[in-house]
C-alpha cells in the first residue's frame, strides 16, 4: 500500500505532542501515528491516545454526517448547510422574541484544543449581541482566577520549572493529564521528571491518593480529600513561624503577612495532623523543603479546584508563593515569551489585587458574575439559567465539543435543563450523552483532517515554540470545522465576525488558512514564518524582565481580606476526623476525582485499542480493607450514595488511596435509563454533585472531588 508519512500535531489532548502520521493514500486512510523523533520539544513523545489517532478518525461509529431529532426521537441525517439553514431560522425567532441573551455557547474541551474556536465563538456571540458564553475552563480551575484577583500579580511572572529546585504539586498528575496548565511542563513529562531529579530537584506532592507522580516524589503528603486548606496553612504557619520565607521580597513587595501570621497561628502541625491526616513531621519538613530551595514553585491542579473552598486552596498556593518569593525578578531571561501571539513585555510591578470585580454579564443565578478575562460566564450556573424562567432565560445553546451531561456538576439538573431548552445543538463526532438530548448534532472534521497551529497553549511551551499542520487527510462525508458553522450562522443571521485581524469576509466563505492568518494577526511571529517549518521548531527571541516601580506601592496581598476570613473560618469548624464538616458524620468516605491514562474525558473510550485492556467502566478505586468491610470483592458492584443522589460502581482494590477514600473518574456512564450498563459505559459521578447545596463564592464551584458518600454492597442490575 503506498504510504506517505506527514508532519503534523496530535489534537487528542492539551499537549499538541508533534506526531509522523502515515497516510494511506489510495484509501485516503490514516494507518498509524507516531511520535516525531526529531522534535525539539517532545523528543518523539506520545502517549496511547495520541498513537490511537488513526481508530479514532477512522471509527465505524464516528457521524459523518449531521443529524436531526424528528418528533418521535429518533434522529435523521440532514446536510450541514440545511442544518444551519435550520438552526439559523430557530436562532431568528428566539432572538427576536426573548432578545440574545436566550441564545448561549458552551466551549468543551476540544474547543480548546483547536487553534480558534474559542475566538470565534466569542466573535460570533458579541455579533449577535449576546453575552452567554460558558466553558469548560470555568469548572476547571477559576479558583486560579479569584486568587490573582484578590491577592495581586507580579507582573514579572513565576519561575518555571527547568531550573528549579523545589517543586510543590497539589492535586495534579501530570505524569497522565499532560496538563502544562499546572505549569509542569507536560512535554515528554516522564523523561523531563526524570532528568530535573537527576539534577536535584525535590519534589513535594500532595494527594489523597498515590498518583504517578506523587510515587515519584521525595515527600508525599496523603492529605485528607478536601483537606489542602488547613495543610497549606499548616506549612505557612511553619514557615512563618520559623522565619523561613524570603525576607526580602516580602519586604520590598508584600503586606499582611502579620495578619496572616495571626489567621494561620492555629494551624499547627499537630492541628494538622489530627485533621488532615498528614503526620506533623512531614508538615515541617515540607515547610523546609519548599521554602530552602533557591528556585521553584508551589503549583496546583484539579484536585483542590473540584473540592471545598477551592477559592481558598488557589489562593494559599499562590501566597506560598509569594512568601517564598518565587518570581522572576529584574534581568532574568523570560523563557517563552509567546511565538504565535503578541509579545508583552514583563516588568517588576506589582499588578494590585483589587478583588474580584463585577464587570461582565451578571447571571441570574447565585450573584455570580462574569469576571473571566474573555468574559465567559461560569459553566456551574448554565443548568439553572436554562431553567429558571423569567427574562434572560437561555432558550437556545449550542455545545462545541463538550459534553455537559458527563462533565458539569448535578447531573440530574443537567439533564433537566438539556430536555428544557427550545433548540440544542451540539457539534460533536458522536453520540455522546449530551448529543442524544440534541435537536442538532453537527458532524465536524477531527484534527487530522485539518489545518491547524498550535495557537492555543502558546505561552504554555517551555521554550518560544509553534508548529502549523496542513491537514494530513482528507475528511470523508459532510464534515465542517466548527468555525465553519459560526461563519454559517453569522452569514445566515447577517451579523458580523470580528477577528484579532479583523472581520471575516461574508461575500464568500474565507478557507482555513485565511481563518488562521486572521486569528494569529500580530503575533510575535507570523503564522507564514511557522508554515516553513512543518515538524514544529523553536523561534527563539531574547526577553528579559525590565524593571518598573509598583504604582502607588502597590504590594501583594498575603493578608487579604477573604483569605482571612475564610481561613478563620475553616479553624472554627469542628474536628470530625473526616473533613471537617458536621453534616459529613453521616457519611463513610469521600470520593476524589481522578484522570485515567488512557481516555481525554470522555473521549476515547470506544477505541478498539482502550476496549481491548479490559477498560469499559470508570473503576471505584477503594482500599482492600473498605472492601472487605463491605464483604465484597474487586469486579463487585457497590451502590455510592452522596445527599443529592445515588451510582452504580464497579469496585477495584488498590494500595493507591487509603480507608476511608474513593477514588474515580469522572465523564463516565450516561443518562439513568443506562444506569445497569454501569460495567460497559460506567458511572456518572457528577450526578452525586449538589449544585443547590454546596457552592463556593464567586465561581459557585460545586464539590467534584471530596464529595461525602455512602457505600455499600449492590445487586446486579436487571437489563444487563
Ligand atoms: N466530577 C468531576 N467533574 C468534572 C471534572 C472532575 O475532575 N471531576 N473535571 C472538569 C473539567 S476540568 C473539564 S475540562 C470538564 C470536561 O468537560 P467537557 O468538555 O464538557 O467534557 P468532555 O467529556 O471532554 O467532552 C468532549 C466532547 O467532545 C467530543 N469530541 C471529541 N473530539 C472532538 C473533536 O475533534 N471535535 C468536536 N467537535 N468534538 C469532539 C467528544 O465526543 C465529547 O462528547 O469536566 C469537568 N467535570
Ligand atoms: N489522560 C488524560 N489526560 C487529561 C485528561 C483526561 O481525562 N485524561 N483531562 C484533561 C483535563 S480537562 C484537565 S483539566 C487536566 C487536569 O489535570 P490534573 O489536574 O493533573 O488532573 P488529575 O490527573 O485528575 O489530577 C488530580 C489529582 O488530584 C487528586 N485529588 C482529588 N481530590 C483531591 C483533593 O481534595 N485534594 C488534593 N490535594 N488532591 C485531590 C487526585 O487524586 C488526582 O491525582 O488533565 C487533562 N489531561
Ligand atoms: S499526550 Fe497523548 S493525547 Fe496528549 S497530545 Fe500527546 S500523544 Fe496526544
Ligand atoms: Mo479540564
Given at each position: 500500500m503506498p504510504i506517505e508519512t506527514k508532519k503534523s500535531f496530535c489534537?487528542?489532548?492539551?499537549?499538541?505532542c508533534a506526531v509522523d502520521v502515515d497516510v494511506d493514500t489510495t484509501l485516503n486512510k490514516v494507518v498509524a501515528v507516531r511520535g516525531d523523533?526529531?522534535?525539539?520539544?517532545?523528543?518523539?513523545y506520545t502517549c496511547i491516545k495520541g498513537r490511537n489517532l488513526p481508530d479514532q478518525h477512522n471509527?465505524?461509529?464516528?457521524?459523518r454526517t449531521s443529524l436531526k431529532r424528528m418528533p418521535d426521537g429518533t434522529f435523521v441525517p440532514i446536510s450541514s448547510e440545511e442544518a444551519m439553514d435550520e438552526i439559523a431560522g430557530k436562532l431568528r425567532v428566539i432572538i427576536e422574541r426573548?432578545?440574545?441573551?436566550?441564545v448561549a455557547t458552551y466551549n468543551g474541551t476540544y474547543a480548546y484544543l483547536y487553534g480558534g474556536l474559542l475566538a470565534i465563538s466569542k466573535a460570533w456571540h458579541k455579533g449577535i449581541g449576546s453575552p452567554m458564553m460558558f466553558c469548560s475552563a470555568s469548572i476547571d480551575q477559576p479558583g486560579k482566577q479569584i486568587a490573582m484577583m484578590r491577592?495581586?500579580?507580579?507582573?514579572?511572572?513565576d519561575q518555571s520549572f527547568?531550573?528549579?529546585d523545589v517543586m510543590l504539586m497539589v492535586g495534579c498528575n501530570p505524569l497522565v493529564s499532560?496538563?502544562?496548565?499546572?505549569?509542569?511542563?507536560?512535554?515528554?513529562p516522564w523523561k523531563r521528571l526524570n532528568d530535573a531529579q537527576k539534577r536535584g530537584l525535590q519534589l513535594i506532592v500532595i494527594d489523597p491518593r498515590s498518583s504517578d507522580v506523587a510515587k515519584r516524589a521525595?515527600?508525599?503528603?496523603?492529605?485528607?480529600?478536601?483537606e489542602d486548606p488547613t495543610l497549606l496553612a499548616g506549612i505557612i504557619h511553619v514557615i512563618l513561624e520559623e522565619g523561613l520565607y524570603d525576607g526580602d521580597f516580602v519586604q520590598a513587595h508584600v503586606a499582611g503577612v502579620e495578619e496572616l501570621r495571626e489567621a494561620v497561628k492555629d494551624f499547627t502541625p499537630d492541628y494538622v495532623e489530627t485533621?488532615?491526616?498528614?503526620p506533623a513531621q512531614h508538615v515541617i519538613k515540607a515547610a523546609h523543603i519548599f521554602a530552602e530551595g533557591k528556585r521553584g514553585m508551589a503549583t496546583s491542579g484539579t484536585g483542590p479546584s473540584m473540592a471545598p473552598r477551592s477559592n481558598l486552596s488557589e489562593q494559599l498556593v499562590v501566597t506560598l508563593n509569594t512568601l517564598c518569593g518565587r518570581y522572576l525578578r529584574e534581568g532574568?531571561?523570560?523563557?517563552?515569551?509567546?511565538t504565535l501571539t503578541p509579545t508583552m513585555p514583563r516588568f517588576t510591578n506589582v499588578m494590585a489585587g483589587?478583588?474580584?470585580?463585577?464587570?461582565g454579564e451578571k447571571s441570574?443565578?447565585?450573584?455570580?458574575?462574569?469576571?473571566m478575562p474573555d468574559g465567559d460566564l461560569q459553566a456551574t450556573v448554565a443548568a439553572d439559567e436554562i431553567l429558571t424562567p423569567g427574562?434572560?432565560?437561555?432558550?437556545a445553546l449550542i455545545t462545541i465539543a463538550g459534553n455537559p451531561v458527563s462533565a458539569w456538576p448535578d447531573q440530574l439538573k443537567t439533564i433537566e435543563a438539556m430536555k428544557s431548552l427550545e433548540l440544542n445543538v451540539t457539534i460533536d463526532i458522536k453520540m455522546s450523552a449530551t448529543a442524544k438530548l440534541c435537536d442538532y448534532i453537527i458532524a465536524p472534521k477531527l484534527g487530522l483532517e485539518r489545518p491547524d497551529a498550535t495557537l492555543l497553549i502558546d505561552t504554555w511551551f517551555p521554550e518560544p515554540y509553534a508548529q502549523y499542520a496542513a491537514a494530513a487527510v482528507e475528511a470523508e462525508g459532510d464534515l465542517v470545522e466548527e468555525w465553519e458553522v459560526f461563519w454559517g450562522l453569522a452569514k445566515r443571521l447577517g451579523t458580523e465576525v470580528v477577528l484579532a485581524g479583523g472581520a471575516m469576509p461574508m461575500d464568500r466563505k474565507p478557507t482555513s488558512d485565511e481563518y488562521l492568518d486572521l486569528l494569529t494577526?500580530?503575533?510575535?511571529?507570523p503564522l507564514s514564518e511557522v508554515r516553513k517549518h512543518p515538524g514544529g521548531a523553536l523561534f527563539p527571541v531574547e526577553m528579559k524582565v525590565q524593571r518598573a516601580e509598583s504604582p502607588d506601592g502597590a504590594r501583594l496581598q498575603a493578608g487579604e481580606i477573604e483569605l482571612i476570613a475564610e481561613l478563620r473560618e475553616v479553624r472554627a469548624?469542628?474536628?470530625?476526623?473526616?473533613?471537617?464538616?458536621?453534616?459529613?458524620?453521616?457519611?463513610?468516605h469521600r470520593l476524589i476525582s481522578r484522570r485515567l491514562r488512557d481516555v481525554n474525558n470522555s473521549s476515547g473510550r470506544d477505541l478498539p485499542a482502550i476496549l481491548a485492556k479490559g477498560i469499559t467502566t470508570n473503576l471505584a478505586y477503594m482500599s482492600a480493607v473498605d472492601i472487605a468491610e463491605l464483604g465484597i470483592n474487586s469486579g463487585d458492584l457497590i451502590e455510592i450514595t452522596s445527599d443529592r443522589s445515588t451510582i452504580l460502581g464497579v469496585v477495584e482494590a488498590t494500595d493507591d488511596v487509603p480507608s476511608g477514600v474513593i477514588s474515580m473518574s469522572h465523564s463516565w456512564g450516561d443518562t439513568p435509563?443506562?444506569?445497569?450498563k454501569v460495567r460497559t459505559i460506567g458511572s456518572s459521578t457528577?450526578?452525586?454533585?449538589?449544585l443547590d447545596k454546596h457552592h463556593e463564592k464567586?465561581?459557585?464551584?460545586?464539590?467534584?472531588?471530596a464529595i461525602p458518600v455512602n457505600i455499600k454492597a449492590a445487586k446486579e442490575p436487571v437489563g444487563v
Open positions: 489534537r487528542m489532548c492539551h499537549a499538541f523523533a526529531d522534535n525539539p520539544i517532545f523528543g518523539g471509527h465505524p461509529e464516528r457521524l426573548d432578545g440574545p441573551r436566550a491577592h495581586g500579580i507580579w507582573g514579572g511572572g527547568d531550573g528549579s499532560m496538563f502544562a496548565g499546572i505549569k509542569f511542563p507536560a512535554y515528554n521525595d515527600l508525599h503528603l496523603q492529605v485528607k480529600p478536601g485533621r488532615a491526616g498528614v532574568e531571561s523570560i523563557p517563552n515569551p509567546g483589587k478583588g474580584v470585580p463585577q464587570m441570574r443565578i447565585k450573584g455570580i458574575t462574569a469576571y427574562p434572560g432565560q437561555v432558550r494577526a500580530g503575533s510575535r511571529v469548624e469542628p474536628v470530625t476526623g473526616h473533613g471537617g464538616y458536621t453534616m459529613e458524620e453521616a457519611f463513610s435509563e443506562n444506569d445497569h457528577n450526578r452525586l454533585v449538589n464567586w465561581t459557585g464551584m460545586a464539590w467534584q472531588s
